[in-house]
């Protein structure tokens, strides 16, 4: 796992049935591209978030494949619709195998 | 369907960039987009691409896509070292297909947003940004 | 020719090439109200000390680009808040040999904080000397805690002041010049006029008499430093203000003084009260 992963994740507590809610995602990561150099002109190898994922109650809400030019501590901002009171997850995909999961629950009424 | 002048602007300057480009990194953005449309036809329009026409910094470059009736968005740069930057799948819960991300921009360029319709059909939509080098900036 | 003569053809020089006059950016009377709720001042009147050296006094968010002001009108959009998350972790952690956090002393960083930033760097009786707010965290650390020092400009340290910094945002910048601090600021006001580098720049070249002009592509601010530490889309992380004034310095071609020198705590001190009565942002996100 690379190092001081920490997801931030904006989701409303509550919302009404069938309601739109914005949910906004970020995570530290150094998104290593794998077009840099280190000091000694050797190339320092792509690690990156190749896949972010977002469900809730088991139905999928959104799933990017993410590719070295997406920004370091990448950001996700997009749009969900809540049927029922439920818990959204959220897993982000390492390169090195890693899968980084968060999940925020919402009630409804 | 309507053209805003910056649309309109930048679908000429898009040609434009795609006609003067190398034919190894041309390839690699047709591979790009074939590779998600499987060569299909993409009709302009339906697709919105917001983008900032000047970056302050290509390291990050805030950019938001939507597509109504969409089921997925390929967002592709064409004047990075690699064109790929991100595919976008909605799921049921989606509330509208649409996103917001951040991304990295090697220079100044056009980034096209290719969107694959609930009909199988592909819209797409491009946007030119202008990506500064600091005079200073420590 | 004489000496002043050269300096002024050269600065001349320099200010043909490089510095040119504009309207880029945003619109400057851009209200900056974070979360919809901390109504940040982003331009208000100089300080009585700068004497009508500047007009008024504005935040570098003014300066930037409304795609890049946007960024810290939320701070679920502001990347420079996974690392106040970090530091919370740093804050609650147990460190060194005496089996304390810091919140075994200062409890909720949100409370106990209230209102250091906007005061620092302040005159420490006690120690005799100027501290500016990463001095005292490192003072902390090792007599309080008994853990080692963090680096001056780290990730960790800046890290940390963003975090003591966040429950000030909003609060006017109000540091001491006057009493014991007035040495100290005098010395920092010094080293703010003096040129320095091949490019014989100092800091007011830039940020008194250029500023709202272009720089090549970048719009120069007037250098304020209520938003740090700040998160920079250039290299992607917290900057703290020494690790800043080390990249200017080292632009206009000079051998740099340190991060965490007498000579940048006395800058700090002056610079931050070029700020006096503009908001504590940090952290601040800029180009």
Redesign the interface.
């Known amino acids: 796992m690379a190092s ?1 992963v ?1 997801p ?3 989701v409303p507590s509550s919302a009404s049935a069938g309601e ?2 914005i949910i ?1 995602t ?3 990561h150094k998104m290593e ?1 794998g ?1 840099r150099k280190d000091k000694d002109g050797k190339p320092i190898p792509r690690s990156i978030i190749n896949r972010f994922t977002c ?2 109650n088991g ?23 809540v ?1 029922e009171a439920g818990e959204f997850v959220f897993k982000w995909f390492d390169d090195d195998g890693s899968v980084y999961e968060e999940s925020k629950t919402i009630s409804v009424g | 369907m309507q053209f805003t002048r910056r649309d309109t602007l930048a679908l000429g300057l898009g040609a434009a960039a795609l006609a003067g480009m190398p034919s190894a990194v041309l390839a690699s953005v047709e591979d790009e987009i074939a590779d998600f449309t499987g060569g299909a036809e993409i009709a302009d329009g339906g697709v919105t691409l917001d983008a900032p026409e000047i970056a302050e910094n290509g390291n990050t470059v805030p950019i938001s896509v939507s597509a109504p009736g969409a089921v997925a968005i390929r967002i592709v740069a064409t004047g990075n070292p690699s064109p790929k930057v991100a595919t976008i799948n909605f799921g049921p819960l989606a509330a509208s297909p649409s996103a917001a991300l951040r991304i990295r921009l090697a220079k100044t360029q056009d980034i096209l947003a290719i969107a694959r319709m609930a009909d199988g059909s592909f819209r797409r939509a491009a946007a030119t940004v202008k990506v500064t080098i600091g005079g200073c900036g420590g | 020719m004489t000496r002043t003569r050269r300096r002024n053809a050269l600065w001349a020089f320099a200010a043909a090439a490089c510095v040119v006059a504009t309207s880029a950016g945003a619109d400057e009377n851009a209200r900056l109200v974070v979360n919809g709720e901390i109504e940040m001042v982003t331009r208000t009147a100089a300080p009585a000390h700068l004497n009508g050296a500047l007009p008024d006094i504005r935040s570098g968010w003014t300066f930037r680009t409304t795609e890049t002001q946007a960024l810290q009108i939320d701070d679920f959009d502001n990347p420079g808040m996974i690392f106040v998350d970090k530091a919370m972790d740093a804050w609650n952690s147990v460190e060194g040999s005496e089996g304390k956090s810091c919140s075994a002393c200062h409890g909720n960083p949100m409370e106990s904080m209230k209102g250091v930033r906007a005061v620092y760097p302040k005159w420490n009786e006690a120690a005799g000397e100027v501290r500016t707010l990463v001095m005292q965290i490192n003072d902390c650390r090792v007599k309080r805690m008994g853990a080692k020092p963090w680096k001056y400009t780290g990730a960790d340290m800046a890290a940390m002041e963003a975090l003591i910094s966040v429950p000030s945002r909003g609060m006017a910048v109000n540091v001491a010049i006057d009493g014991p601090a007035a040495e100290t600021w005098a010395k920092g006001k010094e080293i703010y006029y003096t040129r320095y580098g091949q490019l014989e720049l100092s800091c007011a070249n830039c940020h008194e008499q250029n500023y709202d002009n272009m720089i090549r592509a970048d719009h120069l601010s007037q250098g304020q430093i209520n938003g740090f530490p700040v998160y920079r889309l250039k290299n992607t992380k917290l900057n703290t203000a020494h690790a800043r004034f080390k990249g200017c310095v080292r632009d206009t071609r000079a051998e740099t003084f340190k991060p965490g020198s007498d000579e940048f705590i006395a800058l700090e001190l002056y610079v931050a009260s070029r700020g006096n009565g503009l908001s504590v942002e940090a952290p601040s996100v800029r180009n």
């Open positions: 001081g920490k931030r994740i904006k739109t809610i906004k970020l995570i530290s591209s077009q469900e809730f139905q999928s809400v959104i799933d990017i494949t993410m590719e070295p030019a997406i920004s370091t501590n990448p950001y996700i901002q997009f749009e969900a619709t049927p």
